[in-house]
Structure formats: C-alpha cells, structure tokens
C-alpha cells in the first residue's frame, strides 16, 4: 500500500528546488568535495528530540545510513533521533529524509541531491544507496563548527536550509597506504576509509607486501608471516644520513584472512573498493627471505630493514609462478573487487641478467631483452588474473617491453607514462609524485617532521588536473581518475600519516570530484576552518603548514643573498622582523626579494582581514 506522505514530500521538494534556484547563497557552505551546485538561504532548520531520521524502506542499506547518522548527531546532542521507515509515519516535521527515489540518470550512481521542504523536512535523494551515502557525508558538513568543539551536549542543532545537486566527476578517486615499511592497526584502517569517505574516495589501495615486511596471511604460505612479516631491526633518521643507524629492535606483524574480510567489509559499507597489492618482481625481499627458492641465486636473502630499491627479486622458473598463482587465488578470494595490483616498479635486472635460468626463458620466449621478460613476467600473471575475471594494475614500469592487453597503468613518475598508456588505449589512474605523493614535505623541512623529500603543499594539490593537456578527447576518456600515494618509511604511527594527509587528502577530493570550473583556492582555504574544527574533535593529528609562510634563500648574479617569503594563503599580507622578535602590522611589510645583509634571524607573522594566521615563525639566517 502506498504511503499518502511519500508523494507530498516529492511534491513539496520539488516546490523548494524551483524556488531556491532563484536564491544567493547567504551562508557559506564549508562542504568538501565543492558540489556541482549548491544554494543556502539565510534560514536554517533546528534539529531536536522530536527530530526523526525516515528512511525509503524496504531499504536495510538506508536504514544503517540512518542509524550512523542519528549516531553522529547524538555524540553532540542529548537526544539520538529515531530511525523510522516511511510507510509508518503520517506527518513530517524537522526530520530527515532518506530516498533512492531519484530517478535522474544523469546524476549516476553515486549523484545525490539534497533539498528542504519549507523548512520542515530535509530531503537526501538519489538514484542508489551510494549517492545516498555521499549525501550524508555532505550532511555532516553542515553542521556549524560549533558542533565539533561543542564539549557539552545541547538540545538542538541547527542546520542552513539548502538545495544542493552533486555527482562526481571521475570514477576513480584513490588513496593509498603502504603498510609493508611500518604496520597499522585494524582500528586506524578503519578510521582512514573513514576519513577518505568523508571525502568521497572509492578506491582504497592496499599497499601490503614489501621489501621490509610481507603484511597479509597466505595459508598456503605461513613462512610469508612467520618469516616475511619480520625484520631483525629499522633503520633511523633518513636513509640517506652517513654513518647509517638501526634501532636494534625486531619489527614485525600482519594482518589474518579474517581482519583482512573485517576491513574489506568495512570498506564496502562506505561503498569504498579495497585493490590488494602484491609486488611482483621486484620489492620482493620478504617473500623471498621466507623462501629462497623463488629468488635466482637461491638466497640467503633477509626481510630489508632499511629503505631502497634492491637488486634481488623474484626469478622466472616455473616454481615461482606456481607461488604467486596460490598467493593471488588467496588473495583474490579475500578481495571481490575487479582489480588486482601486482606493482611492477622499480626492478632492477642485475639478477636476471646473471640467472641461466631466466636467459634461458629470454631465448626460449623469443624476447629481445630483460625489459621484454619483465613484460612477458607481468603478461602472464595478466592472462592468470583475467581467467579468474579480474583485471591488473601497475606501476606506469609495466609499460617497458610491451604492456598486457588490459591492463590498468598508475603513472607514478610524472604523467609521460599515463598519456602514453592512454594513446595506446589502456586506462589510466594518474598518480604522479610531483602532486600526489603525500610523503613529501608540505611545509618547510626544517620545521616539519623528517619526510623523504619534496615539497609538495596543500595549494600544489588543490590545482592539480588529471587530464593531461597532450591527450585528445578520446584518449582523455582512458583516465579514470588519480590518486594520493602514502609510502610510509618515515612514517612510524598513525599520528603520523593522518598529518601527512591532512588537509592534502581534502584538497585532491575536490580535484577529483569538483568540476574544473567550480575550482576555487581562496574558497577551498576558507572551508578549511571548519574542517580543522572536525580534525581536532575527533583527535586527529593534521598540519597547519597552509597556514606558515615559506622562506627561500637564493643567489644573485651579483653574488648577493636573495630572502623570497612566500604563501600560499590567498589575500594575505606578511610582515616580518629580522631579529626574534614576533611582528605585528607596525613592522616591515614584506612586498618584494631582499638581502638580509647580516641579519642572523627573520621572524614572519601571517596576516589576513587583519588578524594574525597561524603562529609565528622565526628562522635562522646563518648561512
């Protein structure tokens, strides 16, 4: 039987969505990912214990959406919304209501729409139970700041009256996590696809074998985890330090088959595909130190406890494909999603170059080189996963010596290997280290905890564009989307890499899911706030280095000392001191490149709407 409310909560959000076409936006929207149109008036709606969450039912997907969500509002509220299908309710007043009742193809399956009835119910619509979710995580971020820092729970809560229609603009939108050079728990797992869903990721990729640890259980494999999963010690400071020191402590562990289903379960409520990486044939190590046999000398070989790229990795006889055929049927069994990435990067040949048995394979294969045998290695676990209805992805080395049929190329180093992955055909997710690698410095060095390198800010990430300029229309088609690289070599805890991804994971949401033209810096900048607020309640460790000035010091032709201070803060205005003491707006405006004569020291102090940005900094000048 039909429900007589049903039809007039369509009727009346259609009412609004005319209407509220017409309207400015008043209040500003500090939604991350920037949806494709969004309108909120000067009047919000209150929230309260008589408030309900109403889902479509029989929907038990909606249902837990709505159960999470009066969760979140109770954690500030003293009261829990109740959470009720809409074929029992008769009236509809301050609630929230759930819908797959869209039925607008062209806001895909992961569009929403998201609407107030005259300031009596808010509307969350879509065509399927994923834009759905991604309407709520926009919903959560209407909540004022208030309710983030709130320490007390309070009776009601008020939220802007909007109309907002979104839908992503690529399909795929990633981040991944090395957990081969250092481990994290289950529950940390757990709160990155969080975070990540938060802004609307929906790939996870799952960085787990390595050099330095091999991560997940195989069965049919234990001395991959008994032995693999372990190194005698790790390396300290920066790999590239001399002398070189070690901590002396063994380091170790991995994830069981059931933890893995745990997060891969997890993963899927939030509509989030885990892709499982096994490197193959290179970063080898561990599983080679847990059996000798699949390398070409035949071993000793040890789990790395310190960082690089090393010269042994898995030879090519036909005992090491049985291997990785029984590691990838595992492997596959935990992981239902399409893809499958086998790595392919960053293997070195030497080993190759002086195994009969592999020179043999190069004659018998007719291959030119040891180029076209990675290519023939990489083909024929291609051909194994693709009779197993499962597709590879790799690194953009997969394309050296010839590239399987259909694969998935990640153009990691630069974009050349992306665009001509897409020339040729293949899909593409575009990765590169010069905006996408999150283990790079994203403030200075000297301030900033020890990264491997690089300098990749908050503002560099936000203007990235995945679509190279080189490719036409039809080859643009090939790029599915990019992703954020998290290698964690210097990264020990998990406080460590949520401050490395924050805020950077939120500036490559909206460059992914945003259109171009709704792009905005001092926009995205000024949403920052609110989500710093949400960081700081939830006890999450994040950087503020979007809020520091960066300092450079270069040489003239005259052979004078060049001081650059820069920001990335739009409208911004930079006073500085050169002593140690803290500037205010009566000090020196820094307006252009100056010598600093034989200052020792430059105190900076940000200022915006005139009020001091983030702290101030004093640098050294003994150079």
Not at 364 to 373: F, H, P, Q, S, V
Not at 582 to 607: N, T, V
């Amino acid at each position: 039987m039909k429900n007589p409310v049903y039809p007039l909560v369509l009727l009346v959000t259609t009412l609004f969505l005319l209407a509220s076409c017409k309207e400015n936006t008043f209040q500003q929207l500090n939604i991350i990912p920037k949806p494709h149109s969004a309108y909120a008036t000067h009047k919000n709606i209150t929230l309260d214990k008589n408030s309900r969450i109403i889902y479509e039912d029989p929907n038990p997907a909606l249902r837990l959406m709505g159960e999470e969500l009066a969760a979140f509002i109770h954690s500030k509220s003293d009261f829990r919304p109740e959470v009720v299908p809409y074929s029992l309710i008769q009236s509809l007043e301050n609630d929230i209501f759930l819908a797959t009742n869209l039925n607008d193809s062209s806001f895909g399956n992961d569009g929403y729409r998201i609407s107030n009835s005259g300031g009596k119910i808010i509307s969350i619509q879509a065509n399927g139970g994923q834009g759905v979710f991604y309407g709520i995580q926009s919903f959560y971020q209407l909540f004022p700041i208030e309710f983030y820092q709130a320490t007390e729970s309070k009776s009601s809560w008020e939220v802007p009256i909007v109309n907002i229609s979104d839908k992503s603009r690529f399909a795929y939108r990633g981040m991944h996590l090395d957990v081969g050079r250092h481990l994290f728990p289950v529950e940390f797992i757990k709160q990155y696809i969080d975070l990540m869903a938060l802004y609307k990721y929906n790939y996870f990729h799952w960085h787990l074998t390595e050099d330095q640890g091999w991560r997940i259980e195989i069965k049919a494999y234990p001395n991959l985890t008994k032995t693999g999963a372990w190194r005698s010690e790790t390396i300290m400071g920066h790999q590239s330090e001399r002398p070189k020191k070690f901590d002396g402590k063994p380091y170790g562990g991995f994830y069981t088959q059931d933890e893995v289903r745990e997060i891969v379960d997890y993963a899927a409520s939030r509509y989030i595909t885990v892709i499982p990486e096994i490197e193959m044939p290179g970063h080898s190590s561990a599983a080679l130190a847990a059996y000798p046999e699949l390398g070409c000398s035949g071993g000793p070989y040890q789990v790395q406890t310190q960082w690089g790229v090393f010269d042994e990795i898995y030879c090519t006889k036909e005992s090491t494909f049985t291997f990785l055929e029984a590691v990838l049927t595992e492997v596959m069994a935990l992981f239902p999603g399409k893809y499958i990435h086998i790595g392919g990067d960053e293997a070195p040949k030497k080993s190759w170059k002086n195994c009969p048995h592999c020179q043999e394979t190069i004659r018998e294969e007719g291959l030119e080189n040891e180029a076209e045998l990675q290519s023939w290695f990489i083909t024929r676990i291609a051909d194994f996963l693709q009779k197993n209805d499962r597709q590879l992805i790799g690194w953009d080395e997969i394309l050296e010596g010839g590239l399987p049929s259909d694969a998935t190329v990640m153009s990691w180093r630069g974009t050349e290997g992306g665009i001509a992955a897409a020339q040729m055909g293949h899909d593409v997710i575009m990765t590169p280290g010069s905006h996408c690698y999150f283990d790079h410095y994203q403030g200075n060095s000297e301030t900033e905890p020890l990264a491997i390198g690089g300098y990749t800010p908050v503002s560099k990430v936000y203007a990235y564009e995945a679509i190279p300029a080189e490719l036409n229309q039809q080859e643009a088609r090939h790029i599915l989307g990019a992703q954020a690289n998290v290698w964690t070599e210097y990264l020990r805890n998990p406080d460590a890499v949520t401050y490395m991804i924050l805020p950077r994971m939120a500036a490559l949401s909206e460059a992914l899911w945003s259109p171009p033209e709704k792009k905005d810096w001092k926009s995205f900048y000024d949403r920052l706030p609110a989500h710093f607020s949400r960081y700081e309640a939830l006890g999450l460790k994040y950087s503020r280095a979007v809020d520091q000035a960066k300092i450079q010091i270069t040489q003239s032709e005259t052979g004078e000392k060049i001081l650059e201070i820069s920001s990335e803060i739009p409208e911004v205005s930079i006073y500085y001191t050169l002593n140690p003491s803290i500037p205010g707006q009566s000090s020196q405006l820094y307006q252009q490149a100056f010598d600093p004569k034989k200052a020792e020291s430059i105190s900076i102090q940000l200022f915006k709407n005139e009020k001091p940005v983030g702290d101030p900094q004093i640098h050294s000048l003994n150079y």
